[in-house]
T-cell receptor, first 114, second 113 residues
């Protein structure tokens, strides 16, 4: 399967713990995006990368959140000191190049903070 | 914040009927895209319409775009039970925003067999 993959698919953690998610985009795709989706809502943009450079971060991305794409391939999203409000589906998407392209989404990581 | 607003929020129809969903947005766009999401799953891209296009077809899907009214509609013809899902419109404001997508809140479509 050459689609976007995310790992893990589900994560249950206790409040205050750190979690890390991984996204493997479609190879050759330069752009990688992270979105967050809460129940009954549409996805909301968090951040995106052009190759290894993180070019924009949403105000939703507090200082407890950090994302990396060290070699311009896979990306990680880390949440430190998780809070119950962080419970959501975290979606990763990739696209071939800048602009005017559809984004290909992964299956998402469902985070539950207890 | 969400730019798009879908209408209706929920739609229930019988198999074989047509389903129409509407989307409104607030800012200038480069293109508008429609996605589908089955419960608890990732999003699947359906169709992209550019700002200089007015109508586009793909199989049983027909999308219209009216940039003067900042609105779009998605028509699914001859619906099937398998079309049951949430449908989202998403706007791409272009390179100045990194081509990130701004999603609406979605329309939950239920097609009854």
């Amino acid at each position: 399967d050459t689609g976007v993959s995310q790992d893990p698919r589900h994560k249950i953690t206790k409040r205050g713990q750190n979690v890390t998610f991984r996204c493997d985009p479609i190879s050759e795709h330069n752009r990688l995006y992270w979105y967050r989706q809460t129940l009954g809502q549409g996805p909301e943009f968090l951040t995106y990368f052009q190759n290894e450079a993180q070019l924009e971060k949403s105000r939703l991305l507090s200082d407890r959140f950090s994302a990396e794409r060290p070699k311009g391939s896979f990306s990680t999203l880390e949440i430190q000191r998780t809070e119950q409000g962080d419970s959501a589906m975290y979606l990763c998407a990739s696209s071939p190049s800048s602009g005017e392209d559809e984004q290909y989404f992964g299956p998402g990581t469902r985070l539950t903070v207890t | 914040s969400q730019q798009g607003e879908e209408d209706p929020q929920a739609l229930s129809i019988q198999e074989g009927e047509n389903a129409t969903m509407n989307c409104s947005y607030k800012t200038s766009i480069n293109n508008l895209q429609w996605y589908r999401q089955n419960s608890g799953r990732g999003l699947v891209h359906l169709i992209l319409i550019r700002s200089n296009e007015r109508e586009k077809h793909s199989g049983r899907l027909r999308v219209t775009l009216d940039t003067s009214k900042k609105s779009s509609s998605l028509l699914i013809t001859a619906s099937r039970a398998a079309d049951t899902a949430s449908y989202f419109c998403a706007t791409d404001a272009g390179e100045t925003s990194g081509s990130r997508l701004t999603f609406g809140e979605g329309t939950q479509l239920t097609v009854n067999p």
